[in-house]
């Protein structure tokens, strides 16, 4: 068993950054791939970044590709996603999850084992 907690949503003005953290407790933390995602209102949850085990891959959506980067630390049981230049349409809450017995990047959600609760981003115009 994982638990996932995410932190460091917010509100911010577009072109603004913010930095999410996700921790995890149970498992050993360097067996899983990880990845963040995000839902806005009326909308179905997205794919935004994935990281491997090792943190040497990355991959992410085009959405966000140059304004986010997804990196982690396995010490400290966590894994990031900075986020620059946001946009009014990052609005979302923002999930991560983690896949356990992948070696590479993992981008579907039906692969992935574990979720956090998700943490609120607001981009003002």
């Known amino acids: 068993q994982v638990q996932l907690v995410e932190s460091g949503g917010g509100l911010v003005q577009a072109g603004g950054s913010l930095r999410l953290s996700c921790v995890a407790s149970g498992r050993t933390f360097s067996s899983y791939a990880m990845g963040w995602f995000r839902q806005a209102p009326g909308k179905e949850r997205e794919f935004v970044a994935a990281?491997?085990?090792?943190?040497?891959?990355?991959y992410y959506a085009d959405s966000v590709k140059g304004r986010f980067t997804i990196s982690r630390d396995n010490a400290k049981n966590t894994v990031y996603l900075q986020m620059n230049s946001l946009k009014p349409e990052d609005t979302a809450v923002y999930y991560c999850?983690?896949?356990?017995?992948?070696?590479?990047?993992?981008?579907?959600?039906?692969?992935?084992?574990?979720w956090g609760q998700g943490t609120q981003v607001t981009v003002s115009s």
């Open positions: 990281i491997s085990r090792s943190g040497d891959n990355t």
């Open positions: 999850a983690a896949a356990l017995g992948w070696s590479g990047i993992v981008i579907t959600m039906r692969e992935y084992n574990y």
